[in-house]
């Protein structure tokens, strides 16, 4: 994992400080809100529904067991014992108080985290693949290439006031794990010969016009790669629409000149920034690389898993993914249990989470962007024992991509911004859905929810989307069927009119009995739905 | 009715004008008429709240209820989370709400 040089610490440290000092002239009045709410939202400090939140940055997911342990410190000691991790690969703490908050941002520091650029319209934390550095079919690591972008897009001044917030993803499989196309700009790592380079795909995202991101060049060399996306970033801040929130983002812009007018203006910008030397020194990408480089596994190991229990035989076929190096396995840890909240997790659990990391995982853990966690580096010989103590923990739900594993938004019950409450839908689905063997018929199934039209949820990127809507002061839900975040990347389509939440549970219900009916040998149900359409879906849901 | 709330500035907990001061009980609240907006300008300057806004409200035989689902979460709580609500003993609360 990346460490902290003196430089990175000593900003960390200088932005906790300054923090400290406006926190304290607010609270003694001499800051006004309107002074004051862009200030805290630079430091992640939002206001929510019943109090201040904090959403913690965890730089493309990537954490240690002492950072994590730190979390579970948070959770108790200044929140009410618990963390969400997000969408976004971070972490949100849902009941700070303001004077707190100084003093929690000068406690992580000392683990090397903070809350800077977690807000804002400025380049928000770089996400990447969970499994980066231990898939067995990846073209190289991209976490040295997401750190490199995450010290180039911290504090940079010249796109600190974008039009609008601006999300990076860099992926280097084929396999999209990480809904790369569905970003501000992704980067997918690709091999041209002996070169290391990239394909970039701009104007993608969800929100309120969702857009999956067009390829605009199919490689750009590596050291070419900052200066590319210094261009890309500049016709954006040049041209973005600052006059109206709702179309402000890039993927507007690249929408309303067209992808080859976009991609011509950053070729021209391009051109003018290559001869300026502001290519990062390769050396610098020479230093980050080291800290990712292979931990020291054990050689020699067995790949046999005794698979004699059978409620550990059913989690390890669907939480346990291949690791590149023999012996090893990838464990996927699931924060959907039946009924549960996605994504919340115990302080008792991160304690735990963070124990597992630092005795069976080489010290390190992932949070995906489907508001799981990832034990990266784990010996098959351990995998038993960790079964055991997640299952102690009620963290053993076997239900990865499967309709269990929903995505959820915190909705209505906590965001100032949503519509609907989308957790109690998604514990009403992960309780109708609850049979294993049910979800396990059910295969694949990618199930989204967001309580409003900013998508925190993906809702758009769900096999089945739920959008949660007001309609005259009630909830409503919109269903969409057809979306994806993967490789194959597409946009749900709204079935018709909406429901009621007990409504919606029922229409998926249908839904998932047409994809049994219809399904032919070995498609999952996205795969049906793109050979049959919407039709008899449609016809199922509303008769 | 009108009734005002906001978020108290230090601990962030949703709060409702009482008449004489703030309560973080929305059963509390005091009718403000049209002196909503002259309220929020006087306690906002005073730093006692933040982000406050007049809502509709009305009585009822469990009291005050306000008018929307989102400000009927902010009285109450999360309905996920019963034990971190107002009335955590109170199994049904969320019923409340919807």
Same mark, same amino acid.
């Given at each position: 994992?990346?460490?902290?040089d ?14 400290r000092?406006?926190v ?15 200030l805290r ?7 929510q ?6 959403r ?25 014992g618990y ?82 917030k601006?999300?990076?993803c ?74 109206n929130?709702?179309?402000a983002?890039?993927?507007i ?13 950053v ?22 690389r ?15 898993i ?18 590149r ?5 990838i464990? %996927?840890?699931? @924060?959907?249990?039946? #009924?549960?909240?996605?994504? $919340? =997790? +115990?302080?008792? *659990? /991160? ?25 990266p ?56 859905f ?41 909830? %409503?839900?919109? @269903?969409?069927?057809? #979306?994806?975040?993967?490789? $194959? =990347? +597409?946009?749900? *389509? /709204? ?17 998932t ?25 449609k016809e199922?849901?509303?008769? | ?68 689902i ?6 109450l ?5 019963p ?16």
């Amino acid at each position: 994992m990346y460490r902290y040089d003196s430089y990175d610490q000593s900003i960390v440290d200088a932005r906790v400080e300054e923090f400290r000092d406006q926190v304290q002239r607010r609270l003694a009045g001499h800051l006004t809100e309107d002074q004051f709410k862009p200030l805290r939202l630079m430091n992640g400090l939002y206001l929510q529904l019943h109090a201040y939140m904090l959403r913690i940055a965890i730089p493309y997911g990537t954490l240690s067991a002492r950072q994590m342990r730190k979390l579970g410190e948070v959770a108790r000691k200044y929140d009410r014992g618990y963390g969400h991790f997000t969408t976004r690969t971070n972490i949100q703490f849902n009941w700070i108080k303001l004077a707190d908050a100084p003093d929690i941002l000068a406690e992580l520091a000392t683990v090397e985290m903070h809350a800077i650029q977690t807000s804002g319209n400025c380049i928000r934390n770089i996400s990447s693949d969970q499994y980066a550095g231990v898939a067995a079919d990846e073209v190289t690591d991209p976490r040295p290439w997401a750190e490199l972008l995450r010290q180039w897009s911290t504090f940079h001044p010249e796109f600190t006031y974008l039009p609008r917030k601006f999300k990076i993803c860099v992926i280097a499989t084929a396999e999209d794990r990480s809904a790369m196309r569905l970003h501000d700009i992704g980067l997918k790592l690709v091999k041209r010969g002996d070169e290391i380079g990239a394909e970039v795909y701009a104007g993608g995202g969800m929100g309120r016009t969702p857009m999956v991101g067009p390829q605009i060049r199919d490689f750009v060399p590596e050291d070419e790669v900052i200066p590319y996306l210094e261009a890309c970033l500049r016709v954006y801040n040049r041209y973005g629409r600052r006059d109206n929130k709702f179309k402000a983002r890039i993927k507007i812009l690249v929408h309303e000149l067209g992808v080859e007018e976009y991609k011509r203006q950053v070729e021209e910008e391009f051109a003018q920034m290559k001869v300026l030397g502001l290519n990062p020194p390769r050396e610098e990408l020479d230093r980050i690389r080291p800290f990712f480089a292979n931990p020291a596994y054990e050689q020699g190991l067995s790949d046999e898993i005794d698979r004699g229990d059978p409620a550990f035989a059913l989690w390890v076929d669907r939480q346990v993914a291949t690791h590149r190096q023999p012996g090893y396995a990838i464990v %996927n840890i699931s @924060l959907k249990p039946v #009924g549960g909240i996605p994504g $919340d =997790a +115990s302080a008792d *659990q /991160i304690d735990l989470i963070a124990d597992l990391a630092e005795h069976y995982s080489l010290d390190e853990l992932r949070v995906t962007h489907a508001q799981n966690l990832v034990l990266p580096h784990v010996k098959k010989a351990d995998l038993y024992a960790i079964w055991q103590k997640l299952d102690e923990a009620g963290l053993a739900e076997a239900n990865l991509d499967l309709i269990g594993d929903i995505i959820a938004c915190p909705g209505l019950d906590y965001c100032s911004l949503a519509n609907a409450r989308s957790i109690p839908l998604a514990q009403k689905l992960s309780e109708r859905f609850a049979s294993p063997d049910r979800q396990k018929d059910l295969g694949e199934l990618k199930l989204k929810i967001s309580g409003c039209i900013n998508a925190c949820g993906h809702h758009h990127a769900g096999h089945i989307g739920i959008l949660g809507v007001d309609r005259k002061g009630v909830e %409503n839900f919109q @269903l969409l069927l057809g #979306g994806s975040g993967a490789e $194959d =990347a +597409s946009l749900g *389509q /709204i079935t018709g009119p909406g429901f009621s939440e007990d409504g919606v549970v029922d229409a998926i219900e249908k839904v998932t009995d047409i994809y049994l009916a219809e399904r032919a040998q070995g498609e999952r149900f996205l795969d049906t739905y793109r050979r049959i359409g919407m039709k008899p879906f449609k016809e199922a849901i509303y008769g | 009715m009108k009734i005002l709330t906001g978020n108290d500035l230090g601990t962030g907990d949703v709060i409702w004008w009482a008449g004489d001061g703030w309560s973080r009980l929305v059963g509390d609240s005091a009718d403000v008429g049209d002196r909503g907006d002259e309220l929020v300008r006087a306690e906002e300057a005073a730093q006692r709240v933040v982000g406050a806004y007049v809502i509709d409200a009305t009585v009822t035989d469990e009291g005050i209820r306000p008018a929307h689902i989102k400000d009927r979460i902010r009285a109450l709580g999360p309905t996920v989370r019963p034990d971190l609500s107002l009335k955590p003993n109170d199994a049904d609360a969320g019923n409340w709400v919807i």
